[in-house]
Structure formats: C-alpha cells, structure tokens
C-alpha cells in the first residue's frame, strides 16, 4: 500500500473517495450538492495546507485520512493544541485489513503534538477505542462525542 499527499492525488480522486464516504454514512440523504460544496471545501483545505491529508493507493485508491493540528482560529478547532483526525474513509472492498488503523497512526506521526482527538458516532466509536481513544465526557457543537488520547481524560 502507497500513501500519497491529497494535492499528488487529484480532485477527481478525492471527491469520489469522500462522495463514496459520505452517502455510506450518516451523511446518505445529504443532498449531492451539499456533499460536492463540501469535498471542494475541504480539498480546498488540502490544497491550502490548512488541513492535511493521503489517500491510500492499492492500484487502486483504497481510501484517505484528513488531520490537523488545532490552533484558536482553526478550521475545525474544538481543542487548540491538540491534534485532529477529521476523516478516516476506507472503501467498503478493503475494510478490515487494518488500512483505518494504518491512517491513525500514521496521521499521528506526522502532527507535532502527542494529543490527540476525534469527533465520533456510531460504529466509529468502537475504531476510536481500539486505536487508545476515550470519550472525553464533551460533546461537539454537532452532539458528537469527543475522544481523547494522550491527556488526562484519554490517559
């Protein structure tokens, strides 16, 4: 498996990996331009080195992760100083080869911060736990959980 920056990746690349991950999840009655605007954000995000993220190749791309590390007047900041995994997606034909664990680790590897957290649902909870996360008893603006890892709540 190849990983590879998003802007070496492409658009096209990157928002049929993203459009795939949203209409698979909470996000499935969302209408399609909804979804589009947003994936053009966030690449634009990408783009901008405001936000980083890879996209896993297998001949084919098997899936990509976006982090950041949070700063006051972040994009998506909920916890300044702590590092951010925004998005995990793993195509439905290569899920349960532990690709969504490579992209944790690997995201955490490349931010400067030995904190880290993510805003989870669902079956996504479960991942987070077995990668050291713990629900850190706050809840993000959208009612999702925030987990911890590396600090006192995520020990």
Same mark, same amino acid.
Request: charge should be negative.
């Given at each position: 498996m190849k990983l =590879?920056? =998003?802007r070496d990746s492409g658009y096209e690349v990157f928002h049929e990996l993203m459009n795939? !991950? !949203?209409r698979d999840g909470k996000d499935a009655e969302t209408? %399609?331009? &909804?979804?589009? +605007? $947003? @994936?053009? /954000?966030?690449f634009e995000l990408c783009m901008d080195g405001r936000i980083s993220g890879c996209i896993a190749w297998e001949n084919v791309p098997v899936g990509f992760v976006l982090w950041n590390v949070d700063s006051e007047d972040g994009v998506f900041s909920r916890k300044p100083g702590y590092g951010t995994i925004?998005? @995990? #997606?793993v195509s439905p034909e290569a899920r349960g080869r532990g690709i969504g664990? @490579?992209?944790s680790d690997f995201a955490q590897s %490349?931010?400067?911060t030995d904190r880290f /957290? =993510?805003? +989870? !649902? #669902?079956? +996504? &909870?479960? $991942?987070?736990?077995?990668?050291g996360y713990y629900f850190s008893g706050d809840l993000a603006e959208n009612g999702l959980? @925030?987990?911890t890892k590396g600090d006192l709540n995520g020990r």
């Open positions: =590879v920056d =998003v795939d !991950y !949203y209408p %399609q331009e &909804e979804i589009d +605007a $947003f @994936i053009s /954000y966030l925004l998005e @995990i #997606g664990r @490579i992209f %490349q931010m400067e /957290y =993510v805003c +989870a !649902y #669902g079956p +996504a &909870e479960k $991942f987070w736990e077995k990668c959980k @925030i987990m």
